[in-house]
T-cell receptor
């Protein structure tokens, strides 16, 4: 079975400051890694994902995450946040193949609040 | 583009009542999922389906049932509503590969009183 731990339940930051949302996972097999964002009263949207290849993945709105296999981490970073980045962020994993095919296991979520 | 559509968006149920949350997708995805979201708990998988006629239990299936008679539709049924089923429910779908993006509906807020 897989598990995902998001190390911070809430992260308050000021606008234009850098931010890091931490995610660690546990799995006995190789996994795909995802970050989803949820704005208030909306569904989840994919922010970025790691499937294979380069361990650094980027989103179109300036977020990036780095897959670290030795530390089983997939931390999300942004060098300068905006008010509009205020949302809840979920880290998730899925296993390739077997009975877990296609299913996501989510972390508990991190609420990012950007203050002016 | 409709994507994944869930109805109703909000519902209040009395303990012991039954209801069905409807979900339909127009992307011809073969995989469909139902998750529930509780504060501070992330999302938990209730049921999933890998194609029409095939469903399986997820992490928290008790108190729920599903069916998948068509590729497009994946309704979730609550037979005897309990306060513990007060939650936000998300339907989602994806194409066959687990590396493909999973698309979520906008959620259904259910309160059991």
């Amino acid at each position: 079975a897989q598990s995902v731990t998001q190390l911070d339940s809430q992260v308050p930051v000021f606008e234009e400051a850098p931010v890091e949302l931490r995610c660690n996972y546990s799995s006995s097999v190789s996994v795909y890694l995802f970050w989803y964002v949820q704005y208030p009263n909306q569904g989840l949207q994919l922010l970025l994902k790691y499937l294979s290849g380069s361990t650094l993945v980027e989103s179109i709105n300036g977020f990036e995450a780095e897959f670290n296999k030795s530390q089983t981490s997939f931390h999300l970073r942004k060098p300068s946040v905006h008010i509009s980045d205020t949302a809840e962020y979920f880290c998730a994993v899925s296993v390739n193949g077997g009975t877990s095919y296609g299913k996501l296991t989510f972390g508990q979520g991190t609420i990012l609040t950007v203050h002016p | 583009n409709a994507g994944v559509t869930q109805t109703p968006k909000f519902r209040i149920l009395k303990i012991g009542q039954s209801m069905t949350l409807q979900c339909t997708q127009d992307m011809n995805h073969n995989y469909m999922y139902w998750y529930r979201q509780d504060p501070g708990m992330g999302l938990k998988l209730i049921y999933y389906s890998v194609g029409a006629g095939i469903t399986d239990k997820g992490e928290v299936p008790n108190g729920y049932n599903v069916s998948r008679s068509t590729t497009e539709d994946f309704p979730l049924r609550l037979e005897l509503a309990a306060p513990s089923q007060t939650s936000v429910y998300f339907c989602a779908s994806s194409y066959r590969d687990s590396g493909n993006t999973i698309y979520f509906g906008e959620g259904s807020w259910l309160t059991v009183v």
